[in-house]
């Protein structure tokens, strides 16, 4: 892989909208360090860098998957400013307010995404934990169905069911308890 | 089995598979169905949930691949524990880190404050023999004699000088032993010009002492001695004075008894307050009325006016020992001061003529 590919945050975005891998690779390399000294410094450890800087890549490249992102800086000081925001908030759920942050870096105000992000990211712990408690083989039959894009017949076959009538009866069962599940929990707050 | 039916509507709905008029039907029967309206509504929001949480679980893998594979490409991963330890403590670290430093520094430096004056203390003794400066000339001389064989060959001179003083008019005198120490032939001179040849008859070099005796034949003595030796120790404050050689000519010093012991404390001898220099060593010390107190031996090397004699009683003992060896006969050591009632120029020109040079040959 040339490094040079993906030199200017131009080519990084371009390669992230054509769902380029390595474009994504890149920019995660790239700038980890960055991340995990930022968190290091400020009383985090090594995972909890890891974990903030995929929130805060996620974010990013959700946004840009979406063209909802207008940059008017360079990657490195939006995804700083995510993970600066992300980290604060984690801090102050651990009960440790950081009076002050050393910051290594400018920052620019991102509230309004990761505030986004947040609710997103509450929606997803709710389908995990429904899709957790509809339990087996309900869950592989909607995750292959809704998510993989598997068509009926596939599924027929891996889950040993006579035709695709009775498989289309059991994912309609099955769906049905999954929202039950899932609504009953979640509450859009947006 | 006619809900199943119409979840297969909603799906084919929301999934843009109905023809264009069944289209119109359903989009109508949810305008007027608002229970149909609310559970499309739902089907749809559930659907994209499913498929978002889908795609962010792709994602989160990709990432985490990213990370190992980033991970294996790093430096086998450091010993993470001391890592995140160091980051959080740092700080109070360095603080302990420089408060030992601080008080370790701290502790040495006024340690070796309260040792510099034991230091001094324990400053270099300095014997007062002389060497003489023109044995480099001499060697050069006799160099010069080897290239030379038809020049007489000149006589050499001595390689160290003392103070000697005479103990007994029979030709017994009294040196520092390390003036005479290594010597191969000694010779003794006086102001007025008698030289005599004397060998050591006995040493003390605890005391720093040494007996010499003139063996010349035609020696006839050296007549009555006008000072007497005192062996009891004198005062403090005492006025007291030396005769000696530290360069060609005789040289008189004065001061006071300053201590009653010597150097480190050394009970057997006195420090005096007389500017010696090399070549002092073994001449006398005298009080004011002609007394001899003491044999001048050293001084304190750094120390201003701390010069040291031996004391006039360890002089009387060793005279005493050398009786009783048997070596030689008894001295007759002199019993009348005839110097006691004169002021001091009458006194030093009597007593120049007891005062030798000590020139040692090696």
């Known amino acids: 892989m040339k490094k040079s590919l993906y030199e200017t945050d131009e080519a990084?975005?371009?390669?992230?909208r054509r769902s380029d891998e390595r474009a994504l690779a890149h920019l995660y390399k790239l700038y980890f360090p960055m991340i995990s000294h930022f968190i290091l410094n400020n009383s985090g450890?090594?995972?909890?860098?890891?974990?903030?800087y995929q929130e805060g890549v996620i974010v990013f490249y959700e946004k840009i998957r979406d063209n909802s992102l207008e940059l008017t800086c360079q990657i490195k000081t939006y995804l700083?400013?995510?993970?600066?925001?992300?980290?604060l908030k984690r801090l102050a759920e651990k009960g440790r307010f950081a009076t002050k942050l050393d910051d290594s870096d400018s920052f620019v105000p991102v509230e309004d995404d990761t505030l986004q992000h947040e609710e997103q990211e509450r929606q997803f712990g709710v389908m995990g934990d429904?899709?957790?408690?509809?339990?087996?083989?309900c869950r592989s039959l909607i995750e292959d169905y809704y998510i993989r894009m598997q068509n009926m017949q596939d599924i027929t076959d891996k889950f040993g069911y006579t035709n695709t009538d009775t498989a289309k009866n059991q994912k309609y069962k099955c769906l049905q308890r999954l929202k039950k599940i899932f609504f009953a929990t979640y509450k859009p707050e947006v | 089995?006619?809900?199943?039916?119409a979840y297969e509507e909603?799906?084919?709905?929301?999934?843009?598979?109905m023809a264009a008029e069944e289209r119109a039907g359903f989009e109508a029967l949810l305008r007027t169905d608002a229970r149909l309206a609310e559970q499309v509504r739902e089907h749809r929001q559930m659907l994209q949930a499913l498929k978002a949480f889908g795609q962010r679980q792709d994602l989160r893998q990709q990432l985490n691949t990213i990370h190992s594979q980033m991970e294996v490409e790093q430096q086998p991963a450091t010993p993470n524990g001391w890592k995140v330890f160091w980051n959080r403590h740092r700080q109070t670290v360095a603080v302990a880190a420089s408060v030992s430093l601080l008080s370790v520094f701290g502790t040495l430096w006024s340690v070796q404050q309260m040792k510099a004056p034991v230091q001094q203390q324990t400053a270099r003794y300095v014997e007062l023999r002389r060497e003489v400066e023109r044995l480099k000339k001499a060697q050069t001389a006799i160099i010069n004699g080897i290239n030379d064989a038809s020049k007489p060959a000149t006589p050499r001179p001595a390689a160290f000088s003392g103070t000697g003083f005479a103990i007994s008019s029979d030709g017994y005198v009294v040196t520092s032993s390390?003036?005479?120490e290594g010597a191969d032939s000694i010779m003794i001179e006086n102001k007025a010009g008698s030289k005599y040849k004397v060998t050591e008859v006995y040493r003390d070099e605890i005391h720093d002492l040494s007996i010499l005796k003139v063996t010349e034949d035609t020696f006839e003595g050296f007549g009555k001695l006008p000072y007497t030796f005192k062996d009891t120790e004198s005062e403090l404050g005492e006025k007291v004075f030396t005769l000696g050689y530290p360069r060609e000519d005789i040289v008189f010093g004065e001061g006071s008894l300053?201590?009653?012991?010597?150097?480190?404390?050394?009970?057997?001898?006195?420090?005096?307050?007389?500017?010696?220099?090399?070549?002092?060593?073994?001449?006398?010390?005298?009080?004011?009325?002609g007394n001899l107190i003491g044999v001048i031996s050293g001084k304190q090397a750094g120390q201003e006016g701390a010069a040291f004699a031996i004391k006039s009683a360890y002089l009387m003992q060793l005279i005493n020992e050398l009786a009783i060896t048997g070596q030689v006969q008894p001295l007759i050591l002199p019993k009348n001061n005839t110097l006691s009632a004169q002021n001091r120029p009458q006194q030093l020109k009597k007593l120049k003529e007891y005062v030798f040079v000590v020139k040692v040959y090696n």
């Open chain 1, 80 to 87: 700083y400013s995510v993970c600066r925001r992300l980290w």
């Open chain 2, 258 to 289: 300053s201590s009653s012991s010597g150097f480190e404390g050394d009970t057997t001898a006195y420090q005096i307050s007389i500017p010696l220099n090399p070549g002092n060593s073994g001449g006398p010390l005298l009080d004011d009325r």
């Open chain 1, 12 to 16: 990084v975005i371009e390669g992230i």
């Open chain 1, 130 to 137: 429904a899709l957790e408690q509809l339990g087996e083989p």
């Open chain 1, 45 to 52: 450890t090594d995972d909890e860098a890891k974990d903030i």
């Open chain 2, 10 to 17: 909603i799906e084919r709905y929301l999934n843009g598979q």
């Open chain 2, 1 to 5: 089995m006619l809900e199943y039916r």
């Open chain 2, 178 to 180: 390390h003036v005479v």
